[in-house]
């Protein structure tokens, strides 16, 4: 699910999947989630920024949109999982992207609960994740992350290569 404006800046995600949302016409909000409670019982995958748009790394308090909440309490057979990115220069040139996904959120910690409360408790948990990465990272906790592409060497890395120390 993306925003109506990021569907037309970038019209290729549709051809994975994206649909979209114009959060100014309630209407529109109304058609969306029942479009994605459909996907879901249908055993499809939708996937969110639940703030109703990308914000910056650090922000805090997270503000989620009901959207997110609203999805979990119409379609609770559903796992949530909690995806994150973490971007860093670490002590390199070029930045590093680290993505931790959570382990499926219990619906019996959400189900009993109102809209609003589901919203609080996505919220914390987002927030926790978040939280955790960045210390980990912070920290060169790096043991549970694979790599998975590799870029070109940088500007450094040459220089390191070739002027370094030899081993």
Same mark, same amino acid.
């Given at each position: ?37 459909? @996907? ?16 910056? @790394? ?30 860093? @220069? ?78």
């Amino acid at each position: 699910m993306m925003s109506e404006a990021g569907i037309k800046d970038f019209p290729f995600f549709r051809r994975i999947g994206a649909f979209s949302v114009d959060v100014t016409k309630p209407r529109s909000v109304i058609e969306t989630l029942s479009y994605s409670t459909d @996907l879901l019982i249908n055993k499809k995958a939708v996937w969110m920024f639940p703030q109703g748009s990308e914000q910056p @790394l650090e922000k805090r308090p997270l503000h989620f949109q009901p959207g997110s909440a609203y999805l979990a309490l119409k379609a609770p057979h559903v796992p949530i999982y909690i995806v994150t990115y973490y971007y860093t @220069l670490l002590h390199e040139q070029k930045p590093r992207l680290y993505i931790e996904i959570s382990s499926p959120i219990n619906p019996d910690d959400y189900t009993t609960q109102t809209r609003k409360e589901v919203n609080i408790l996505l919220e914390r948990k987002m927030t926790e994740q978040l939280d955790q990465q960045r210390l980990a990272i912070a920290n060169s906790a790096l043991s549970d992350y694979s790599l998975l592409l590799s870029g070109n060497r940088s500007v450094s890395d040459w220089f390191g290569l070739l002027f370094g120390p030899k081993k």
